[in-house]
Protein backbone atom coordinates (compact mmCIF):
# COMPACT_ATOMS: atom_id res chain seq x y z
CA UNK A 1 0.00 0.00 0.00
CA UNK A 2 3.09 2.18 0.66
CA UNK A 3 4.02 1.76 -2.83
CA UNK A 4 0.78 2.79 -4.76
CA UNK A 5 0.81 5.69 -2.83
CA UNK A 6 3.85 7.12 -3.08
CA UNK A 7 3.02 6.64 -6.88
CA UNK A 8 0.21 8.28 -6.96
CA UNK A 9 1.67 10.97 -4.45
CA UNK A 10 4.53 11.76 -7.76
CA UNK A 11 1.54 13.49 -9.88
CA UNK A 12 1.89 16.07 -6.93
CA UNK A 13 2.70 19.32 -8.32
CA UNK A 14 5.56 21.11 -7.69
CA UNK A 15 4.92 23.91 -9.17
CA UNK A 16 6.41 27.33 -7.70
CA UNK A 17 6.92 28.90 -11.06
CA UNK A 18 9.42 31.84 -9.73
CA UNK A 19 7.89 34.98 -9.84
CA UNK A 20 4.07 33.74 -11.30
CA UNK A 21 3.36 31.12 -8.46
CA UNK A 22 3.97 30.33 -5.00
CA UNK A 23 2.57 27.07 -3.36
CA UNK A 24 1.10 28.28 -0.02
CA UNK A 25 -1.25 24.68 0.50
CA UNK A 26 -2.65 24.38 3.75
CA UNK A 27 -4.40 21.46 5.16
CA UNK A 28 -6.78 23.10 8.06
CA UNK A 29 -10.26 23.11 7.47
CA UNK A 30 -11.74 24.40 9.98
CA UNK A 31 -12.66 28.16 8.34
CA UNK A 32 -14.76 25.82 5.77
CA UNK A 33 -18.01 26.45 7.66
CA UNK A 34 -19.29 29.69 5.99
CA UNK A 35 -18.13 31.64 3.14
CA UNK A 36 -16.35 34.97 4.41
CA UNK A 37 -17.94 38.41 2.43
CA UNK A 38 -14.31 40.86 1.97
CA UNK A 39 -15.61 44.42 0.79
CA UNK A 40 -12.81 46.02 -1.05
CA UNK A 41 -11.22 48.12 1.51
CA UNK A 42 -10.92 50.83 -1.26
CA UNK A 43 -14.48 51.65 -1.10
CA UNK A 44 -16.03 54.64 0.71
CA UNK A 45 -18.86 52.08 2.40
CA UNK A 46 -20.02 48.97 2.83
CA UNK A 47 -23.51 49.42 1.15
CA UNK A 48 -24.45 46.08 -0.58
CA UNK A 49 -24.80 44.72 -4.33
CA UNK A 50 -29.05 46.13 -4.26
CA UNK A 51 -28.14 49.07 -2.45
CA UNK A 52 -25.49 50.00 -5.35
CA UNK A 53 -28.00 48.98 -7.95
CA UNK A 54 -31.16 50.75 -6.72
CA UNK A 55 -28.74 53.97 -6.06
CA UNK A 56 -26.98 53.11 -10.43
CA UNK A 57 -23.97 53.60 -8.68
CA UNK A 58 -20.73 51.28 -9.47
CA UNK A 59 -20.94 47.86 -7.14
CA UNK A 60 -18.21 47.73 -4.70
CA UNK A 61 -15.49 44.64 -5.27
CA UNK A 62 -16.20 41.96 -3.16
CA UNK A 63 -14.23 39.08 -2.14
CA UNK A 64 -16.34 35.68 -1.19
CA UNK A 65 -14.15 32.67 0.37
CA UNK A 66 -15.23 29.60 1.09
CA UNK A 67 -18.34 29.51 -0.54
CA UNK A 68 -20.39 25.36 -0.31
CA UNK A 69 -21.23 24.28 -3.35
CA UNK A 70 -21.98 20.87 -1.70
CA UNK A 71 -21.85 18.43 1.35
CA UNK A 72 -18.34 17.84 1.67
CA UNK A 73 -16.05 19.94 3.34
CA UNK A 74 -13.73 20.35 0.23
CA UNK A 75 -16.55 21.43 -2.30
CA UNK A 76 -15.76 25.27 -1.51
CA UNK A 77 -14.86 27.81 -3.59
CA UNK A 78 -12.99 31.98 -2.94
CA UNK A 79 -15.02 33.81 -5.47
CA UNK A 80 -13.43 36.99 -6.43
CA UNK A 81 -16.06 39.88 -7.85
CA UNK A 82 -14.63 43.35 -9.54
CA UNK A 83 -15.83 46.67 -8.51
CA UNK A 84 -18.27 47.95 -11.09
CA UNK A 85 -19.03 44.34 -12.11
CA UNK A 86 -22.23 43.88 -14.65
CA UNK A 87 -24.25 40.43 -15.42
CA UNK A 88 -24.10 41.51 -19.36
CA UNK A 89 -20.46 41.84 -19.28
CA UNK A 90 -18.35 40.77 -16.31
CA UNK A 91 -16.39 36.92 -17.11
CA UNK A 92 -15.16 34.42 -15.21
CA UNK A 93 -11.56 33.06 -14.62
CA UNK A 94 -11.45 29.11 -12.58
CA UNK A 95 -8.61 28.29 -11.32
CA UNK A 96 -8.23 25.00 -10.56
CA UNK A 97 -5.02 23.89 -8.28
CA UNK A 98 -3.26 20.25 -9.15
CA UNK A 99 -1.89 17.77 -7.21
CA UNK A 100 -2.15 14.15 -8.12
CA UNK A 101 -5.75 14.44 -7.79
CA UNK A 102 -5.59 13.40 -4.04
CA UNK A 103 -3.69 16.73 -2.40
CA UNK A 104 -3.20 19.94 -2.69
CA UNK A 105 -5.35 23.52 -2.58
CA UNK A 106 -7.07 26.53 -3.86
CA UNK A 107 -4.64 28.16 -1.99
CA UNK A 108 -1.51 26.95 -4.03
CA UNK A 109 -3.24 28.87 -6.71
CA UNK A 110 -3.10 32.47 -4.69
CA UNK A 111 -0.25 33.42 -7.05
CA UNK A 112 -2.52 33.28 -10.38
CA UNK A 113 -5.25 34.65 -8.16
CA UNK A 114 -3.14 38.04 -7.54
CA UNK A 115 -1.62 37.73 -10.93
CA UNK A 116 -5.31 38.15 -12.57
CA UNK A 117 -6.77 40.74 -10.42
CA UNK A 118 -3.94 42.75 -11.16
CA UNK A 119 -4.04 42.48 -15.22
CA UNK A 120 -7.54 41.58 -16.02
CA UNK A 121 -8.91 43.66 -13.19
CA UNK A 122 -12.96 43.77 -14.92
CA UNK A 123 -12.83 39.67 -14.53
CA UNK A 124 -14.54 37.88 -12.09
CA UNK A 125 -11.73 35.10 -10.63
CA UNK A 126 -13.66 32.02 -9.16
CA UNK A 127 -10.63 29.58 -7.47
CA UNK A 128 -12.14 26.10 -7.19
CA UNK A 129 -11.28 23.26 -4.42
CA UNK A 130 -12.64 19.56 -5.49
CA UNK A 131 -13.01 16.58 -2.99
CA UNK A 132 -9.86 14.77 -3.28
CA UNK A 133 -9.19 11.58 -3.92
CA UNK A 134 -7.85 9.35 -1.26
CA UNK A 135 -7.11 5.39 -1.58
CA UNK A 136 -10.01 4.45 0.50
CA UNK A 137 -12.56 6.95 0.37
CA UNK A 138 -13.75 9.43 -3.17
CA UNK A 139 -12.41 8.74 -6.62
CA UNK A 140 -11.19 11.39 -8.66
CA UNK A 141 -12.69 10.37 -12.11
CA UNK A 142 -15.44 11.19 -12.96
CA UNK A 143 -16.55 13.18 -9.93
CA UNK A 144 -13.63 15.50 -9.94
CA UNK A 145 -15.23 16.44 -13.29
CA UNK A 146 -18.43 16.36 -11.60
CA UNK A 147 -17.42 18.67 -9.07
CA UNK A 148 -16.61 21.54 -11.56
CA UNK A 149 -19.65 20.88 -12.92
CA UNK A 150 -21.61 21.97 -10.01
CA UNK A 151 -19.77 24.45 -8.58
CA UNK A 152 -20.16 26.40 -12.54
CA UNK A 153 -24.18 25.46 -12.14
CA UNK A 154 -24.29 27.30 -8.81
CA UNK A 155 -22.50 30.03 -10.26
CA UNK A 156 -25.03 30.10 -13.26
CA UNK A 157 -27.26 29.73 -11.17
CA UNK A 158 -26.62 32.76 -9.16
CA UNK A 159 -25.53 34.76 -12.12
CA UNK A 160 -27.98 38.29 -11.58
CA UNK A 161 -27.42 38.07 -8.12
CA UNK A 162 -24.05 37.75 -8.24
CA UNK A 163 -23.90 40.37 -11.60
CA UNK A 164 -21.55 38.67 -13.67
CA UNK A 165 -21.74 36.69 -17.11
CA UNK A 166 -21.71 33.03 -16.95
CA UNK A 167 -18.88 32.34 -19.68
CA UNK A 168 -15.79 31.17 -18.51
CA UNK A 169 -11.92 30.47 -18.91
CA UNK A 170 -10.12 27.94 -17.63
CA UNK A 171 -6.53 28.05 -16.19
CA UNK A 172 -5.36 24.69 -14.38
CA UNK A 173 -2.02 23.14 -13.25
CA UNK A 174 -1.01 19.46 -13.28
CA UNK A 175 -4.13 17.65 -12.10
CA UNK A 176 -5.64 20.59 -12.44
CA UNK A 177 -4.59 20.84 -16.17
CA UNK A 178 -6.55 17.69 -16.72
CA UNK A 179 -9.54 18.23 -15.08
CA UNK A 180 -10.17 21.42 -16.79
CA UNK A 181 -9.63 19.79 -20.06
CA UNK A 182 -11.89 16.83 -19.26
CA UNK A 183 -14.33 19.16 -18.26
CA UNK A 184 -14.66 21.73 -21.44
CA UNK A 185 -13.60 18.36 -23.75
CA UNK A 186 -16.77 16.25 -22.47
CA UNK A 187 -18.94 18.00 -20.39
CA UNK A 188 -19.38 21.51 -21.28
CA UNK A 189 -22.36 20.77 -23.89
CA UNK A 190 -23.09 24.76 -24.03
CA UNK A 191 -20.10 25.92 -24.84
CA UNK A 192 -19.75 28.09 -21.75
CA UNK A 193 -16.24 28.05 -21.28
CA UNK A 194 -14.23 29.32 -23.73
CA UNK A 195 -10.93 28.41 -23.42
CA UNK A 196 -8.33 26.50 -21.51
CA UNK A 197 -4.87 27.07 -20.55
CA UNK A 198 -3.10 24.06 -19.48
CA UNK A 199 0.06 24.07 -17.47
CA UNK A 200 1.86 20.78 -17.36
CA UNK A 201 -1.21 18.99 -17.62
CA UNK A 202 -1.42 15.18 -18.20
CA UNK A 203 -3.49 14.64 -20.93
CA UNK A 204 -3.05 10.97 -22.68
CA UNK A 205 -3.00 7.74 -20.29
CA UNK A 206 -1.66 5.35 -23.22
CA UNK A 207 1.30 6.78 -23.56
CA UNK A 208 4.19 3.95 -23.30
CA UNK A 209 5.58 6.80 -20.40
CA UNK A 210 2.00 5.50 -18.20
CA UNK A 211 1.22 2.50 -19.69
CA UNK A 212 4.29 0.42 -19.58
CA UNK A 213 4.42 1.18 -15.95
CA UNK A 214 3.56 -1.97 -13.92
CA UNK A 215 1.96 0.61 -11.07
CA UNK A 216 -0.16 2.61 -13.51
CA UNK A 217 -3.01 0.18 -14.18
CA UNK A 218 -3.18 -0.20 -10.25
CA UNK A 219 -3.38 3.53 -9.65
CA UNK A 220 -5.85 4.51 -12.24
CA UNK A 221 -8.26 1.96 -10.70
CA UNK A 222 -7.83 3.53 -7.58
CA UNK A 223 -8.52 6.85 -8.96
CA UNK A 224 -11.76 5.60 -11.10
CA UNK A 225 -15.42 5.02 -10.22
CA UNK A 226 -16.32 1.99 -12.22
CA UNK A 227 -20.00 2.50 -11.56
CA UNK A 228 -19.81 5.42 -13.71
CA UNK A 229 -18.73 4.72 -16.63
CA UNK A 230 -19.98 2.18 -18.84
CA UNK A 231 -19.52 -1.77 -18.59
CA UNK A 232 -16.09 -2.16 -21.09
CA UNK A 233 -14.66 1.43 -20.79
CA UNK A 234 -10.98 1.85 -20.99
CA UNK A 235 -10.64 4.06 -18.82
CA UNK A 236 -7.02 5.17 -20.19
CA UNK A 237 -8.77 6.54 -22.76
CA UNK A 238 -12.01 7.58 -21.21
CA UNK A 239 -9.91 9.75 -19.07
CA UNK A 240 -7.16 11.12 -21.49
CA UNK A 241 -8.05 14.55 -23.21
CA UNK A 242 -6.12 14.22 -25.84
CA UNK A 243 -8.33 11.23 -26.71
CA UNK A 244 -11.77 12.55 -26.22
CA UNK A 245 -11.11 16.28 -28.22
CA UNK A 246 -13.87 16.65 -30.20
CA UNK A 247 -15.32 19.63 -32.47
CA UNK A 248 -17.06 21.80 -29.74
CA UNK A 249 -13.76 21.67 -27.79
CA UNK A 250 -11.69 24.88 -26.46
CA UNK A 251 -8.94 26.84 -27.70
CA UNK A 252 -6.31 25.13 -25.13
CA UNK A 253 -2.89 26.37 -24.48
CA UNK A 254 -0.34 24.02 -23.75
CA UNK A 255 3.13 24.38 -21.80
CA UNK A 256 5.29 21.70 -20.83
CA UNK A 257 8.86 21.15 -20.01
CA UNK A 258 11.15 19.11 -22.17
CA UNK A 259 12.46 17.62 -19.26
CA UNK A 260 9.47 16.91 -16.98
CA UNK A 261 9.55 13.91 -15.31
CA UNK A 262 6.31 13.34 -14.29
CA UNK A 263 4.03 14.24 -17.30
CA UNK A 264 6.20 13.53 -20.78
CA UNK A 265 6.38 16.21 -23.69
CA UNK A 266 4.56 13.59 -25.58
CA UNK A 267 1.47 14.14 -23.92
CA UNK A 268 1.80 17.67 -25.19
CA UNK A 269 2.60 16.74 -29.01
CA UNK A 270 -0.41 14.01 -29.13
CA UNK A 271 -3.00 17.06 -27.68
CA UNK A 272 -1.70 19.60 -29.87
CA UNK A 273 -2.03 17.14 -33.03
CA UNK A 274 -5.75 16.26 -31.76
CA UNK A 275 -6.82 19.55 -31.85
CA UNK A 276 -5.20 20.90 -34.90
CA UNK A 277 -7.16 18.01 -36.15
CA UNK A 278 -10.36 19.13 -35.58
CA UNK A 279 -9.07 22.72 -36.51
CA UNK A 280 -9.15 23.98 -32.69
CA UNK A 281 -6.76 26.55 -32.01
CA UNK A 282 -3.70 25.44 -29.68
CA UNK A 283 -0.60 26.74 -29.24
CA UNK A 284 2.01 24.11 -28.02
CA UNK A 285 4.91 25.39 -25.90
CA UNK A 286 8.01 24.07 -24.46
CA UNK A 287 10.21 25.39 -22.11
CA UNK A 288 13.39 24.05 -20.98
CA UNK A 289 13.16 22.09 -17.75
CA UNK A 290 10.81 20.46 -16.04
CA UNK A 291 6.99 20.36 -14.26
CA UNK A 292 7.47 24.00 -14.24
CA UNK A 293 9.18 24.19 -10.89
CA UNK A 294 12.58 25.09 -12.97
CA UNK A 295 11.47 27.03 -15.78
CA UNK A 296 13.17 30.42 -16.45
CA UNK A 297 11.90 34.18 -15.71
CA UNK A 298 11.60 34.32 -19.79
CA UNK A 299 9.63 31.22 -19.84
CA UNK A 300 7.35 32.37 -17.07
CA UNK A 301 7.64 35.68 -19.40
CA UNK A 302 6.14 34.00 -22.37
CA UNK A 303 4.00 32.02 -20.01
CA UNK A 304 1.75 35.33 -18.79
CA UNK A 305 2.04 36.96 -22.08
CA UNK A 306 0.46 34.18 -23.96
CA UNK A 307 -2.27 33.60 -21.14
CA UNK A 308 -3.17 37.45 -21.36
CA UNK A 309 -3.84 37.00 -24.84
CA UNK A 310 -5.82 34.01 -24.39
CA UNK A 311 -7.81 35.71 -22.12
CA UNK A 312 -8.08 38.95 -24.00
CA UNK A 313 -9.42 37.19 -27.11
CA UNK A 314 -11.49 34.26 -25.85
CA UNK A 315 -12.65 36.08 -22.74
CA UNK A 316 -12.71 39.74 -23.99
CA UNK A 317 -14.70 42.43 -21.46
CA UNK A 318 -16.81 44.27 -24.11
Not at 121 to 137: F, I, K, S, W
Not at 251 to 275: A, C, E, H, M, R
Not at 280 to 299: K, P, Q
Request: charged share 15%; proline share 5%.
Amino acid sequence: MRNLQSYLCKFIIGLSILLFFSCSATDDTSDLAAPVVVVDETTDDNTTDEDTTNNDEPLAALTLSNVSYGNNPQQVYDLYLPEGRLASKTKIIVLIHGGGWTSGDKEDMQTFVNYFLENHPDHAVLNLNYVLAQVTGPTAFPNQYLDIQTALNQIISQSEELQVLPEFGFLGTSAGAHLGMMYDYTYDSNDLVKFVINIVGPSDFTDPFYANDPNFEIALALLVDENQFPAGTDYSVANSPALVVNELSSPTLLFYGDQDPLVPLSNGQTLSDSLSILDIDNTFTIYEGGHGDDWSAAAILDLSIKTDNYVNTYLAID
